[in-house]
């Protein structure tokens, strides 16, 4: 069964500390994997899109990982800002275009 | 552009009643997504169109939705009768031509249902 599994499931961290959050998939064919930020009240934003054989991909003070083979990505952030706070969701799409949404990690900066 | 248009933005009507969100893809896009959103099940695909046909409804709860898309520039998502549990964001996303070049959501319509 195609799943998206995302931990923690929320985060509180003071402004200017570092953070990671955890995406865990089991998709079969994998196609690619997408991060997304999305603010109270608004719409997802994409932050950065990796496919099969890529194992970073960074935008700004976001770096995203996959690793392929155990089926993991991660998303760190930077020396976070108070504008970081959201929830990230993290978004697997399967050869056949099926996409598979994770519930997100609801990210908390406190200053 | 403007990006993708969805309206309205907010919605309370009472349970029974036919309920229609509007969306507005972004010119060029051959994929069109509707998305429901709640705390408990996150992000669900309702139904997706690719060239203004359905592609893919799996994910409509039941007979009381429907969704068309009579043009390239405009779709429909409709809920008749309304009830308590439609409440909800719907979000509406539209894509170029390959889903891997990413998706572009609009604002959400927040529908509740009293």
């Known amino acids: 069964k195609n799943q998206v599994e995302q931990s923690p499931q929320s985060l509180i961290i003071l402004e200017g500390k570092n953070c990671t959050l955890q995406?865990?998939?089991?998709?079969?064919?994998?196609?690619?994997l997408r991060w997304y930020k999305q603010d109270t009240g608004r719409g997802p934003v994409s932050l950065t899109i990796?496919?099969?054989?890529?194992n970073t991909k960074s935008n700004g003070r976001y770096t995203a990982t996959l690793d392929a083979d155990t089926k993991q990505s991660s998303l760190h952030i930077t020396a976070s800002q108070l504008s970081d706070s959201a929830s990230y969701i993290c978004v697997v799409s399967a050869g056949d275009d099926k996409i598979i949404f994770g519930k997100g990690t609801r990210l908390h900066i406190l200053p | 552009d403007a990006g993708v248009i969805q309206s309205p933005r907010h919605e309370v009507t009472e349970m029974g009643q036919e309920v229609t969100l509007r969306c507005k893809p972004i010119s060029g896009h051959d994929y069109l997504f509707w998305y429901r959103q709640t705390m408990m099940r996150g992000l669900e695909l309702l139904i997706y169109f690719n060239n203004n046909v359905p592609i893919d409804d799996s994910g409509m709860p039941e007979d009381r939705f429907s969704a068309k898309m009579p043009n390239a520039s405009f779709s429909t998502l409709k809920i008749q009768p309304s009830e308590p549990r439609d409440s909800a964001v719907y979000f509406c996303a539209s894509s170029p031509r390959h889903t891997s070049k990413g998706y572009t959501f609009g604002s959400g319509t927040r529908l509740t249902v009293v």
């Open positions: 995406c865990n998939y089991t998709v079969s064919p994998f196609s690619n």
């Open positions: 990796m496919t099969f054989s890529e």
